[in-house]
């Protein structure tokens, strides 16, 4: 068969400053192929709030409040991973709806492939999150890999 080539892998990260296991397997396979990881943080705070926003000074300092943060969360991401011998590493943060986001990045950056966490929760998070896999993997312009957390 033919053997696909990846020039990104877009990884879509989760709340903790370590790389999880979805990010581990991502900057593992990077490093294995040889090509560009992507780690996304989407902010989901600012969608789920959109109704509250006003263009206030306050507000604003929020918003950017919640940028700066996933900024240093991927930071720390990063050095862990860089660390770890993954050094091509571009890291994006969206803020938005998750599927939206990721999908947007997804064919913006021109990823080979996506990699998520896999959620085998029954609580009302764990579904949403199911949800998330489902739709990502249903409208995804390339393959996604889901990683048992």
């Known amino acids: 068969g033919r053997l696909m080539r990846y020039t990104s892998i877009l990884c879509i990260t989760g709340d903790s400053d370590r790389p999880g296991k979805t990010e581990r397997e991502a900057a593992r396979l990077s490093r294995l192929v040889g090509c560009r990881l992507i780690l996304l943080h989407v902010i989901e705070k600012c969608y789920n709030s ?10 604003k300092a929020i ?34 709806e998750l599927t939206r986001e990721a999908l947007g990045v997804a064919i ?17 998070k764990g579904l949403l999150a199911h949800s998330f896999s ?9 393959p996604v890999m889901l990683i048992n957390e």
């Open 108 to 124: 913006e950056q021109g990823a080979s492939v996506i990699i998520a966490p896999n959620c085998r929760d029954w609580s009302l």
């Open 50 to 59: 959109g109704f509250l926003a006003t263009d206030s000074a306050e507000w």
């Open 63 to 96: 918003h950017e409040s919640w940028f700066s943060e996933a900024g240093s969360l991927l930071d720390k991401k990063e050095e862990a991973l860089r660390a770890q011998g993954c050094y091509s590493i571009k890291k994006e943060v969206k803020c938005g």
């Open 134 to 142: 489902s739709r990502l993997i249903d409208l995804s312009p390339c």
